[in-house]
């Protein structure tokens, strides 16, 4: 069993879905989770699930991650609380589809800003406590949309692409202060963002998957789990699709 014995992992967007699922996983490890979400209702039933399932409390701080301001506040927060902070997932994200020539500047804006901006601040302030640390290891949530790209999906497919290529530039900058840096890149997985599409869609997309299901959160918590491990220590730079071969 890989362990988290008392790390301190803040992963983002875990009031529901993936986010939470690699909270609950963590938490299952051994770490310590420092929840963070925009919705405070959502924050409040993930940290007592986790707990009613671990035993573990976690710290929960309402934060939009696409803002600087309450990126610092929520890091600042969580570095008086425990002095440290061992493992970041930047894990929110949205969807705002459209063909691209329908596609307002505004939702191309809103999205590059939650799934792509996000990860740069968060990776900027909390890389400064993992050098000083000399320790540390930063798991982005991508998509296989952002290697393959989506008919419909250009704001979201352009700020995957572009987790991916910010993930590979941490983790040149930041291997010789110990700190790894790697993305997961998921397919079709069941959650609340999935739930929306419409039938005719999943059936279409579930024919494209060699494993002949969908995803699950726990699917991709389990590789967050490995990468966020002492086990993955000279792994870095790299993308772990999780898609049941749907992408090779
Ligand atoms: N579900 C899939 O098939 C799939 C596939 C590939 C990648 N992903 C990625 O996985 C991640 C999680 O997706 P999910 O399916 O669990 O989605 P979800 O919608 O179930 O959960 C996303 C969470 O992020 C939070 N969030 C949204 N905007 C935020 C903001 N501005 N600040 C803070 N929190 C915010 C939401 O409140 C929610 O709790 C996303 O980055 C998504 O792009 C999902």
């Given at each position: 069993m890989l362990s988290l014995d008392n790390k301190i992992a803040l992963i983002t967007g875990s009031g529901r879905g993936i986010g939470k699922e690699i909270a609950l996983t963590f938490a299952k490890a051994g770490a310590l989770p420092v929840l963070c979400d925009v919705r405070e209702e959502l924050l409040q039933e993930a940290r007592t699930e986790i707990l009613q399932k671990t035993g573990k409390d976690s710290l929960a701080f309402v934060c939009d991650v696409a803002n600087a301001n309450q990126v610092e506040e929520t890091v600042k927060k969580t570095l008086d609380t425990k002095g440290r902070i061992d493992i970041l997932v930047n894990n929110a994200g949205v969807t705002r589809d459209q063909l691209l020539v329908m596609m307002s500047e505004s939702d191309w804006d809103l999205v590059l800003s939650i799934n792509l901006k996000s990860v740069f601040l968060f990776t900027k302030v909390v890389a400064k406590a993992m050098m000083k640390q000399r320790s540390g290891r930063i798991?982005?949530?991508?998509?296989i949309i952002g290697i393959m790209g989506n008919a419909g999906q250009a704001n979201y497919a352009a700020s995957k692409g572009g987790v991916?290529?910010?993930?590979k530039t941490t983790a040149r900058e930041l291997g010789k202060r110990g700190i790894t840096a790697n993305a997961i890149a998921p397919g079709f997985i069941q959650t609340a963002m999935t739930d929306k599409l419409k039938?005719?869609?999943?059936q279409e997309l579930q024919s494209q998957i060699p494993l002949g299901r969908l995803g699950t959160p726990q699917d991709v918590a389990n590789a967050a789990l490995f990468l966020a491990s002492d086990e993955a220590g000279y792994i870095s730079g790299q993308v772990i699709q999780v898609c049941g071969g749907m992408l090779t």
């Open positions: 798991v982005n949530i991508a998509s991916i290529a910010l993930t039938d005719e869609i999943k």
